[in-house]
């Protein structure tokens, strides 16, 4: 007789591109996040919480000319009803898709502009790879339907705000902003204006924007014929003569010593384009509005070499970035790096309205804001537990149970072990597992006295390491208290651990 196939058992592995995140990691980042809303409520930015789940459509996904439209969302199809075939559902790629889609249904309830900050997680269906994962938090605020610039310039201040709030000193950061309009000016006077030069001007955004990977020589390669790479491929350029492309280079080299000398230098590439000037009057304003407020060049620079998300923003673009060093996986130094970003987009809500809305609004990377943080040494490395109440008599669990109903009415985080008592041993072990700083022990003898034991956690593992057996003596880390005493001596010991 055959013996019956056992049922396979599903293998316990987090999916491909994903991550789990335990107690401490989603304290720090809680505690973070609680920061940031702080200083966006601060400023007069209302929370809103959106859906999850948006349609294809609304997310700007959507591909008619393929069976399954997924590429970058993870998407489904609902079932039909009737003749009608279900709708395509996908998990948001991002807080902003979203909002346009709030603000579009909700519009005659909203105020005008519209201020919110959203903070939740997102999920891109893309190749996973080291520090890239398919779902992370994102932490956004927009104004919608503000046109004048002193929202983005309200936006540039509001971040080196946050970036303080959670810990990053003036002088480790630095908001750099661009325009769109600006490089538009100088496409147009380089000659690249007009629908018959839209290949070209596609060739040259996307080379900029790789300024920060292939370096000035590269960009310069892929503004004329072309650059080929280590491998031998080729990318074929975008064919500008040697004045374009001198044009080109020159606004992203713009950078002067004060930011009164680059708007200059950009006021001179731009000569005779009317969008041009209109961009470098729009970031004097924004320095001006800035200074004003007392966010000077310290905290808020003007620098061209702004490029990423050129292609998508309509205006201002601004870029949060770390300015101190970190050692890489190799030890070399290498700056951090960037940790927010973000700009104008007047033409996301007009996808639903056909009307075009103006918009601005920064969206700040929690993940590498963490990191950001506990490179410079301001993560605790690990958050303190709960105190543990052990059961030396199982038949006195009430007792337990009061003792550390007491505990926590006095705003002491605490817990009854809740495992097999049997092994005191294994009690011990699990509040060292648990980062316990105090562990309270009560017998039936110390009830009897009226008193229980205090085992000072911290201070163990302290003598432990450093100290000898008279010091031992001298400083004793379980000694006993009267009952009455507890939450003093509890409070006593996290007070100075803390």
């Known amino acids: 007789m055959a013996k019956p196939k056992k049922t396979p058992r599903p293998k316990a592995q987090t999916p491909k591109g994903f991550r789990d995140y335990f107690g401490t990691e989603v304290t720090h980042r809680a505690e973070m996040l609680n920061k940031i809303a702080a200083v966006y409520h601060r400023y007069g930015f209302d929370a809103l919480e959106s859906s999850g789940v948006e349609t294809v459509e609304a997310l700007g996904k959507f591909l008619p000319d393929v069976d399954r439209p997924n590429e970058g969302v993870f998407a489904w199809q ?7 075939p279900g709708d395509w559902l996908a998990l948001r790629y991002d807080l902003t898709a979203p909002l346009a889609r709030v603000y579009s249904q909700h519009r005659n309830d909203l105020p005008m502009p519209y201020r919110r900050y959203a903070m939740g997680p997102v999920w891109r269906n893309e190749k996973p790879g080291p520090g890239r994962f398919r779902q992370f938090y994102q932490c956004d605020a927009d104004t919608v ?3 004048s610039v002193a929202a983005d310039a309200e936006i540039c201040a509001m971040m080196a705000d946050c970036l303080e709030e959670v810990g990053i000193a003036r002088g480790d950061y630095v908001v750099r902003v661009n325009n769109r309009k600006v490089l538009n000016g100088v496409l147009e006077v380089a000659g690249l204006s007009g629908d018959d030069k839209e290949a070209e001007r596609g060739i040259v955004l996307r080379a900029i924007d790789k300024l920060d990977r292939l370096g000035p020589e590269g960009v310069r390669a892929l503004l004329g014929e072309g650059r080929k790479d280590d491998s031998g491929d080729f990318t074929k350029g975008a064919g500008l003569g040697e004045a374009q492309a001198e044009v080109v280079m020159g ?6 010593e004060t930011g009164a000398e680059t708007v200059a230098r950009l006021r001179d590439l731009v000569a005779g384009s009317e969008v041009g000037v209109q961009g470098v009057d729009e970031l004097q304003l924004i320095s001006d509005l800035l200074a004003a407020g007392g966010y000077g060049p310290d905290r808020v620079e003007i620098d061209p070499s702004v490029v990423r998300g050129l292609g998508y923003y309509t205006g201002p673009v601004f870029e949060a970035e770390l300015t101190f060093e970190i050692k890489d996986e190799k030890g070399r130094a290498r700056n951090f790096g960037s940790v927010a970003g973000g700009g104008r987009y007047d033409d996301l809500v ?3 309205t056909g009307q075009e809305v103006p918009a601005t609004g920064v969206s700040i990377g929690v993940d590498r804001l963490l990191a950001a943080l506990a490179a410079k040494g301001r993560l605790e490395a690990e958050a303190t537990g709960p105190v543990v109440v052990t059961v030396m008599d199982r038949d ?6 009061a003792m550390v109903a007491e505990l926590r009415q006095a705003g002491i985080r605490a817990e009854v072990y809740l495992g097999n008592p049997k092994n005191f041993g294994n009690q011990m072990k699990y509040a060292d597992k648990r980062q316990s700083p105090v562990v309270v022990i009560e017998g039936g003898d110390e009830k009897d006295r009226g008193v229980v034991q205090i085992k ?3 201070l ?9 057996h008279d010091e031992w003596k001298e400083r004793p880390n379980q000694y006993e208290v009267p009952r ?3 939450i003093k001596a509890v409070r006593d010991i996290l007070d100075r651990t803390s």
């Not at 606004?251 to 002067?256: D, Y």
């Not at 006195?396 to 149970?401: G, K, N, S, T, V």
């Not at 163990?460 to 000898?468: D, P, V, Y």
């Open 396 to 401: 006195r669990m009430a007792d337990y149970q």
């Open 78 to 84: 609902e079932d039909a009803e009737g003749d009608k």
């Open 456 to 458: 000072d956690m911290v």
């Open 460 to 468: 163990g593992a302290q003598l432990a390491q450093e100290a000898s």
């Open 350 to 352: 007009k996808r639903f």
């Open 251 to 256: 606004f992203m080299q713009a950078k002067r």
């Open 484 to 486: 009455a005493d507890l």
């Open 145 to 147: 339907g503000a046109p």
